[in-house]
């Protein structure tokens, strides 16, 4: 996208940033001004000296950002040098309430065969591996052999319950009462239940990822003063609110927070989960070439079990 106001190049699309993006910017084909790319990306290009650091001086809306998300942040960016909070959320189970039995708060229900046909299982080798990691009481991030051979054969063993593999089509076929279970990114789920009130969200106790997208500026921008004049320009708390009611997940911005007039949207505990709820949970990290070959031939074999 290209900005006329102050001639920068931005992007911000998941595809685009995480698979595509990537490669464009490592290679220096292309030069982009601002990009939005997920937590173990931004890890990944500040290990290859992909980023600019930021002067916070021309960011001055920083201080809109909650501390708590600046802490989360720092997993993936150390010290806050290079990257700014924009949006973020959790993975979880969505649920209808009509089809199950209630309480549900653990993994474990995926496996659970009175269900079966009714599971919608994310399409995402890091994801499902997440998933089953978190059942086991492993850490997401685990680049140890034996646990993920463990996590491949639960998934392996979850398989015949499974009624598909599928990435958006969770949303709509939750929606549509379609199943009773589905693993959910948590922005997602606040859209389902406005369209289906059967709909429940919950993070499940063994705890889940928490990512956080967040804007940067690749070291070969060509306008980098006024990408960050658009950063900051993002972080200004009523235009932090429009983001927010548009894309639905949660904002890192407490100031855009204070002007949500809908209290049970501004205290919804599937966009802003307390503390206790994310006790166990982790962000991804950028587990390297190597481990991420290791996941995908793992995932193979799930898929062609």
């Excluded at 809109?64 to 600046?70: K, P």
């Excluded at 054969?153 to 319950?161: A, F, G, N, R």
């Excluded at 060509?222 to 993002?234: D, G, M, R, S, T």
Aim: with cysteine.
């Amino acid at each position: 996208m290209f900005t006329e106001e102050t001639g920068i190049e931005v992007v911000y699309d998941e595809f685009e940033t995480n698979e595509i993006m990537y490669p464009k910017v490592a290679s220096g084909g292309v030069s982009y001004d601002v990009v939005c790319p997920s937590d173990y990306m931004i890890e990944h290009m500040i290990q290859e000296d992909l980023l600019a650091e930021l002067n916070y001086d021309n960011i001055p809306n920083i201080a809109n950002i909650d501390e708590t998300y600046l802490e989360q942040s720092k997993q993936f960016d150390p010290e806050n040098k290079y990257s700014v909070p924009y949006c973020w959320g959790t993975v979880g189970i969505l649920y209808n309430k009509t089809m199950v039995d209630e309480p549900i708060d653990s993994w474990s229900v995926l496996w659970d065969e009175k269900y079966k046909d009714n599971i919608l299982m994310q399409d995402s080798v890091r994801d499902a591996f997440a998933v089953a990691l978190k059942s086991l009481g492993y850490s997401l991030n685990s680049t140890d052999e034996l646990e993920l051979n463990e996590a491949k054969d639960l998934l392996i063993q979850q398989k015949p319950l499974v009624q598909a593999y599928v990435i958006d089509q969770v949303r709509d076929k939750m929606i549509g009462n379609e199943a009773a279970l589905g693993v959910i990114y948590s922005g997602e789920a606040n859209y389902t239940q406005k369209e289906n009130s059967d709909l429940v969200y919950v993070v499940p106790k063994e705890g889940t990822n928490v990512w956080i997208d967040s804007w940067v500026i690749p070291k070969n921008a060509e306008h980098k003063e006024n990408a960050e004049a658009f950063i900051n320009f993002l972080c200004r708390a009523d235009i932090a609110l429009k983001n927010f009611e548009y894309i639905t997940y949660s904002t890192p911005n407490k100031a855009a927070r204070e002007l949500i007039e809908d209290d049970a949207l501004k205290n919804s505990i599937a966009l802003f989960p307390d503390a206790d709820t994310l006790k166990n949970c982790e962000t991804f990290k950028y587990l390297g070439a190597d481990n991420d070959e290791l996941y995908s031939t793992l995932w193979n074999e799930v898929k062609s079990n």
